[in-house]
């Protein structure tokens, strides 16, 4: 009897040409023969749980084909591209290990899903030294290069600039981000504007210009109206300033019995002192800017002058009674020409003594007629005021005939 023919399979639904039919391996397709042997329930039962087994695999790999994507991460710049499984944008950072601060921004948000050919955006914030305005304090920033980041601080207000760390070694001027973008700064120094490369970091960019610092300096990072990152080198210079002021000295009046009343004469000479004054002034570009006191003493003291004032009585003597020898008319003492007579006399010297030692002084005094008007001693070793006084005492009593060659020089 000859076999039944063989059924015609099911029709797949859909197009053909999204639709394939699922065509078995071999050693499956051999089933059958071997399974004739099978009740035609168990062999059912086979081909029902060998479709599901290739429907299940047909549907991990559409899941796998939707999980899986390429995205880039962008880290302070630095952009890798990534295969992720990963769909927040939390996932896919902390598969990398890169922390995230509270300071620090993200882009998209953390728990945003992500798509293929999605980027991710971290940008760390860093501390910097900001000056606004001439006053300091420390801002914390996500910006990449001072260029941004002066930009920012610039809506502000005010006059802005970041100030550069003196504390790496050797003194270099740093700031913990990149100058610019583009590369080019310019460096304003000694009152000249260089241009430099700013793409290696401050120290490269002074070294460039040709820029040594000293220890004192001050650096910092401008972004004025050119639009150009400057960088401004202050030279800074502390020193001791050492002054000196004039002391003005004393004078003080002491009595001085062997002088007339109304004579004075200076014992001892002043002398000016100094006053050392020592300073710690701080100029900023050839302007001072600071000044501390250090030290303010005397470093030598003055000398008191000594002022002797007369206080001996002037001799009074009887009016002369009659004119002088010379026929001259009589005048008043004080009035006359004294200083004329001395010279005439003794060449002005109150220490002179005559050749045969019998007259003495200004006006040649012999002893008995010194003592006659008063005087004590040899009239040469007294003072030229006193000798002056004798002499107007004697000239009211007799007259200018007691010089009888030098006596007219009085009324010269």
């Known amino acids: 009897m000859r076999a039944p023919p063989r059924a015609r ?15 078995l391996p071999s050693r499956i397709s051999a089933l059958p023969a071997r399974a004739a042997r099978w009740p035609r329930s168990h062999r059912r039962i086979a081909l029902t749980a060998l479709v599901a087994t290739v429907a299940v695999a047909g549907g991990g790999a559409a899941a796998y084909g939707v999980a899986h994507k390429t995205i880039s991460v962008d880290v302070d710049g630095d952009v890798t591209q990534v295969e992720t499984f990963a769909g927040s944008v939390e996932g896919v950072l902390r598969d990398r ?15 945003a899903s992500l798509a293929e050919g999605a980027e991710i955006v971290v940008r760390h914030a860093t501390l910097v030294r900001v000056q606004v305005d001439g006053a300091e304090t420390d801002v914390w920033t996500t910006a990449l290069s001072a260029d941004e980041a002066l930009a920012t601080l610039a809506t ?12 790496a070694a050797g003194g270099r001027a740093e700031i913990p981000i990149e100058l610019s973008a583009t590369g080019r700064v310019d460096v304003v120094v000694d009152g000249q504007t260089l241009a430099a490369d700013g793409s290696r970091g401050l120290p490269a960019a002074l070294a460039d210009a040709g820029v040594t610092l000293t220890e004192l300096d001050r650096v910092s990072v401008q972004h004025p109206a050119s639009g150009v990152v400057t960088i401004v ?3 800074v210079l502390i020193q001791e300033v050492t002054e000196n002021q004039p002391i003005a000295f004393a004078s003080v009046e002491q009595p001085d019995a062997d002088r007339y009343v109304g004579k004075r004469a200076v014992a001892t000479a002043g002398v000016a002192g100094q006053r050392t004054i020592v300073n710690r002034v701080t100029t900023v570009d050839g302007v001072e800017t600071a000044r501390e006191l250090v030290s303010d003493a005397t470093s030598i003291e003055p000398v008191t002058e000594v002022v002797s004032v007369g206080t001996k009585a002037r001799p009074v003597a009887a009016a002369p009674a009659a004119a002088a020898a010379t026929g ?7 009035g006359l020409n004294w200083a004329a007579l001395a010279a005439c006399e003794s060449g002005g010297r109150a ?4 050749s045969n030692g019998l007259y003495h002084g200004l006006y040649q005094f012999s002893v008995s007629t010194w003592s006659s008007v008063g005087g004590s001693g040899l ?11 004798r002499a107007q005492a004697l000239y009211n009593r007799s007259g200018a005939g007691q010089w009888p060659h030098c006596g007219p020089r009085l009324f010269g």
């Open 97 to 111: 290990g890169i922390d995230v601060g509270a300071r620090d921004t993200v882009a998209p948000e953390s728990t």
């Open 328 to 334: 001259a008319a009589t005048a008043t003492a004080d």
């Open 379 to 389: 009239p040469s070793q007294a003072s030229a005021d006193e000798q002056t006084a």
């Open 156 to 167: 502000r207000g005010g006059d802005v600039r970041l100030v550069a760390s003196r504390s």
């Open 233 to 235: 080198v202050n030279r």
């Open 9 to 23: 399979p099911p029709p797949v639904p859909g197009p053909l040409d999204v639709w394939n039919r699922v065509r």
């Open 351 to 354: 220490d002179a003594v005559s």
